[in-house]
């Protein structure tokens, strides 16, 4: 009997996560550091990292929406126009992008391997003076 649940539960659980990587193919374009590069300054820049992630170095030009305030601040988004996410590895901006595509966002895209593996220009945090 408790085999049973076990194996229920894990088969579940794999066929939601397969369900949520298709879903996420297909509602986010992934992009190269190079395709990105050619489309975000036409483009709403987000990053969803946590402030102090922000703070600490960032794509010129971003703004800080983190994923744990989406919900509440994606109405500062334009449907109109494209997003552009980054995170730290890609991971957070997935997540974003689903709660995105659920309020009717639909030009979503992300930068491949996040902010860790942007080689552009970044925005560094200013020195102290002490």
């Known amino acids: 009997m408790e085999l049973t649940i076990l194996i229920t539960a894990t088969v579940a659980f794999i ?9 996420q193919k297909k509602i986010l374009t992934t992009l190269t550091e ?12 987000i990053d969803i ?28 988004l334009r449907k109109d126009q494209p997003i552009y996410l980054y995170c730290q590895s890609g991971a957070r901006s ?9 309020k009717g966002y639909q030009d979503i895209n992300h930068l491949k391997g996040g902010f860790k593996k942007w080689d552009g220009k970044i925005k560094k945090p200013k020195k102290s003076q002490y």
């Open 49 to 76: 990292r946590e402030p102090k992630e922000y703070d600490g170095g960032h794509i010129l030009g971003a703004r800080n929406i983190p994923l744990s305030q989406m919900r509440q601040r994606m109405k500062e």
């Open 15 to 23: 066929l939601f996560s397969v369900y949520r990587y298709f879903k």
């Open 94 to 102: 997935a997540r974003a992008a689903m709660l995105l595509n659920k």
């Open 34 to 45: 190079e395709e990105f590069r050619e489309g975000y300054r036409k483009a709403q820049l």
